[in-house]
């Protein structure tokens, strides 16, 4: 069984920065994990993701370039680093594991869940 827990979401302003952590508990040796978000009124888009095997990273065009997934192995941590944000921004924030390890950017590839966390944009 695998549990994820999410942090670092909050209130911030346009162009501030933040960084989100994915802690893992549980067996998430091999698992690529990745981070989704889900706005009001509007369903759960692919962010980014990180693959285990060979920590290879993928992004959804619209964040590529701001926003930067990496993980720390000893901490059992994925981190979702993201800069110059705006409204556009504001949206609960979900990280999830692929015991395939694919990185896919589809979230009926991911076995589990955090509850996410949210992230407001005010401009």
């Known amino acids: 069984q695998v549990q994820l827990a999410e942090s670092g979401g909050g209130l911030v302003r346009a162009g501030d920065s933040l960084t989100l952590s994915c802690r893992a508990s549980?067996?998430?040796?091999?698992?690529?994990t990745g981070w989704f978000r889900q706005a009001p009124g509007k369903g759960r888009e692919f962010v980014a993701s990180?693959?285990?095997?060979?920590?290879?990273?993928y992004y959804a065009t619209s964040v590529q370039g701001r926003f930067t997934i990496s993980r720390d192995n000893a901490k059992n941590t994925v981190y979702l680093q993201m800069n110059s944000l705006n409204s556009g921004h504001t949206a609960v924030y979900y990280c999830?594991?692929?015991?395939?390890?694919?990185?896919?950017?589809?979230?009926?590839?991911?076995?589990?869940w955090g509850q996410g966390t949210q992230v407001t944009v005010s401009s």
């Open positions: 549980g067996h998430t040796a091999g698992y690529a």
């Open positions: 990180i693959r285990w095997s060979d920590s290879r990273t």
């Open positions: 999830a594991t692929d015991s395939f390890d694919s990185g896919s950017f589809a979230s009926a590839d991911y076995d589990y």
